[in-house]
């Protein structure tokens, strides 16, 4: 889609749209009502400026829509397809890393309650494996702070892949 698409939207089309990127209701609420935006650097400076005041809620909130690592997500919507794509080096991980990281799931979810977050996109297996062993020793502030980074880095990811850049010219022969 254009900016110029997402820019003209209604509320609740976009909502659903902004959603996909961060399930975070108040986030959402102000990404939508930020627009237009005039480029899509001018999206994302704003989104990543509404991110920096995420928290324990807002992580909370998030996570409903995040499968555990090495997890396929379920269902046919746009979070489970975005959760797949994102997650697709695991495919084809080695057996004993998949179950290193299925070990490593329980024990963070025993240690902070919560589904272990990472930016897996651009992330080998081993690599995911490495970040979840060494932020379970994480205290739970700064784990949070590193699981709303992650989290940030997700959404702006997911932002940038639904959003055209503003260079192109639109249907109508705008350039968005």
């Given amino acids: 889609m254009y900016l110029s698409d997402f820019n003209s939207l209604d509320e609740a089309t976009a909502r659903d749209i902004a959603r996909v990127w961060a399930a975070v209701p108040a986030w959402v609420d102000a990404v939508v ?12 400076a704003r989104a990543t400026e509404l991110a920096k005041g995420w928290g324990p ?6 996570l409903s829509q995040h499968p555990r690592i090495g997890e396929k997500a379920e269902g046919a919507g746009a979070e ?16 004993a890393v998949v ?16 589904v272990f977050l990472i930016r897996a ?6 690599q995911i494996l490495g970040e979840l062993q ?20 997700i959404a ?7 959003i055209d850049g503003d260079d192109r010219i639109d249907r109508e022969g705008r350039t968005s």
């Avoid at 179950?99 to 919560?114: C, L, M, P, S, V």
């Fill in 33 to 44: 009502a930020g627009r237009p935006y005039a480029s899509i650097d001018m999206l994302t």
């Fill in 57 to 62: 809620d807002e992580l909370g909130q998030a």
């Fill in 80 to 95: 489970a397809t975005a959760s797949r794509r994102e997650q697709s080096t695991m495919t084809d991980a080695d057996p």
């Fill in 99 to 114: 179950a290193a990281i299925t070990a490593g799931n329980a024990a963070y979810e025993r240690r902070f309650d919560r």
């Fill in 121 to 126: 996109a651009g992330r080998t297996p081993d």
């Fill in 134 to 153: 060494r932020r379970l020793a994480n205290d739970d502030e700064a784990e949070v702070a590193e699981a709303c980074a992650q989290l940030a880095e």
């Fill in 156 to 162: 702006l990811l997911r932002l940038r892949g639904a």
